[in-house]
């Protein structure tokens, strides 16, 4: 995990379709109810305060696997589907986006008085965590955007996103109550985004000399300047290349889809005779489920789930996407009234594929697969913010974005 991390995620354009915003709150609920049911609650919230996993999250929901728009339109769409069964599932998504993120202390005031929990402390905690971030934080970020998700047991995660407009970037902060012993030293599980010039971080555990001078350090310049960023970079393009992800990951996912690697495979037979592009999604899915914390440090894999609503690494495959959603409710729903079985098979699918991963040399397959993958869209009604896929037409517009957004330099990514 990314523990301070330059992830930098550009700001991208297309408004957010219906049909992919409505599929994002099935997919991404039923994902979250998994976790919830196999590691609990507590496991939920520690994955929301994994940047990484976050990423990857937005990823297999259809966003682009780098976009700082991630963090509004998964949040957005969970709000909408957790809360309603919050009294059973035990977890609230709080705050929000703009004027929605002022609303988050009386939300937390509701859900405490109900849960008899300390609503006075859990609202202090939110005011600071907004407070370090926006203020300790000297980064050049302004804040826009703030949720609080918290349990029924009082446990929280804050994650929070600042936007600088002069280079049209994002950076996110994420918090897990269990890891902060102290709000204004090393809070934060995650801090993601790209360096933009020098960072006064107050909030870090070395800057305990700032903090007890910090009067002076306002009357002049410090000579050293506390920078913490380091990691993975998020580049200013839209494309997925294959520098961007785990080949023989991906090869491993392939291989079970298309190749009948799943027929090794005795216990998986219950998923026989499923897509193997709805098998391909589900074993991307299974991972973000079941998968353990080290192995999202490519993001971008995740998105060939079941596409990209900007058409990178492909449009959505909107079949495959409504199987691997029915599938999933399916095993949550089951495994409700005691019937398991289809859920401990998606987690013997990902152990599968992760076995396979050691027997797997994957070729340069890399343009292939995005060939093969936009020719099945324009044959078979893949969609991007542009509405269907149009044969030779919305690769072509797609293929400017970078141009469009970014201007001519060439990406060195």
């Not at 306002?218 to 992800?245: A, C, I, Q």
Request: aromatic share 8%; charged share 25%.
């Amino acid at each position: 995990m990314i523990n301070s991390g330059n992830i930098g995620m550009p700001l991208h354009f297309g408004k957010m379709p219906k049909w992919l915003t409505e599929r994002m709150g099935k997919m991404g609920s039923a994902v979250i109810e998994s976790v919830a049911q196999n590691y609990g609650k507590s496991e939920v919230l520690s994955r929301f305060s994994n940047p990484n996993w976050f990423q990857a999250l937005g990823a297999v929901m259809g966003m682009q696997w780098n976009s700082s728009g991630v963090t509004a339109t998964v949040l957005g769409s969970l709000k909408r589907k957790i809360n309603p069964m919050a009294s059973e599932l035990g977890i609230y998504i709080l705050g929000g986006k703009g004027r929605y993120s002022w609303q988050a202390p009386n939300q937390i005031k509701r859900v405490s008085d109900k849960h008899g929990l300390k609503g006075d402390e859990l609202v202090h905690s939110c005011q600071l965590t907004r407070r370090v971030d926006n203020n300790a934080v000297q980064d050049g970020y302004n804040l826009y955007q703030q949720y609080f998700i918290l349990s029924d047991e009082g446990e929280w995660t804050a994650i929070t996103q600042g936007m600088n407009t002069r280079n049209r970037r994002a950076r996110r902060y994420h918090w897990h109550s269990p890891s902060v012993r102290s709000f204004v030293e090393d809070p934060h599980k995650g801090i993601v985004g790209m360096q933009n010039g020098k960072i006064l971080n107050l909030a870090d555990g070395q800057a305990d000399f700032a903090r007890k001078n910090i009067v002076s350090l306002t009357k002049e310049r410090p000579k050293d300047v506390l920078d913490v960023y380091k990691g993975l970079s998020f580049p200013n393009r839209h494309e997925v290349k294959e520098s961007d992800v785990n080949m023989t990951r991906l090869a491993s996912v392939l291989n079970m889809a298309y190749n009948s690697e799943i027929n090794n495979f005795e216990d998986l037979l219950m998923l026989k005779g499923v897509g193997p592009r709805t098998l391909k999604s589900l074993a991307l899915v299974s991972e973000v489920i079941h998968g353990d914390p080290t192995r999202f440090d490519d993001p971008a894999r995740f998105s060939f789930a079941v596409g990209g609503k900007d058409g990178r690494p492909h449009p959505v495959d909107t079949e495959s996407y409504d199987e691997t959603i029915e599938l999933l409710q399916d095993a949550v729903e089951k495994a409700k009234m005691g019937d398991k079985e289809k859920s401990a098979a998606l987690k013997r699918l990902h152990k599968a594929t992760v076995k396979n991963e050691k027997s797997i040399s994957p070729l340069s397959f890399f343009d292939d697969l995005l060939d093969f993958e936009w020719s099945h869209a324009e044959k078979n009604g893949g969609k991007t913010f542009l509405g269907d896929t149009v044969k030779g037409v919305t690769k072509a517009i797609m293929s400017i974005q970078n141009t469009t957004l970014y201007g001519s330099k060439k990406e060195k990514n």
